[in-house]
């Protein structure tokens, strides 16, 4: 993990018709950044489904200390889960990110 000069948060908004291999690669540029947020929160809009389920938990098992995951029982969709999300936010800035955006490095 990189170390920031200020700290920032990433939300993000997932739901079941997200493809697993966007989301992990979605992910893995987030943490491959030079400017790494020091919190990422994913708001699980609904139930995922196992293999999505699995990518978070592997990107959350390597970053213990970034990772907040917020469930919701029912699918909402992504201005509602957004919006949940931001409540979870404790830095004071933020950047929204979609589940299949892919960060460049720097």
């Not at 079941?16 to 919190?39: A, H, M, V």
């Not at 917020?70 to 992504?78: P, Q």
């Amino acid at each position: 993990m990189k170390n920031s000069v200020t700290d920032y948060s990433v939300l993000m908004t997932v739901y079941k018709k997200e493809k697993p291999e966007n989301l992990d690669k979605s992910l893995s540029s987030l943490e491959n950044q030079s400017f790494f947020p020091n919190e990422i929160i994913i708001v699980e809009d609904g139930q995922l489904g196992n293999m999505l389920d699995n990518i978070i938990e592997q990107h959350k098992t390597q970053y213990k200390d970034v990772y907040k995951i917020v469930s919701l029982k029912e699918n909402h969709g992504r201005g509602y889960a957004s919006k949940i999300g931001v409540k979870y936010i404790s830095n004071n800035w933020f950047a929204r990110m979609d589940s299949d955006d892919i960060s460049y490095s720097n």
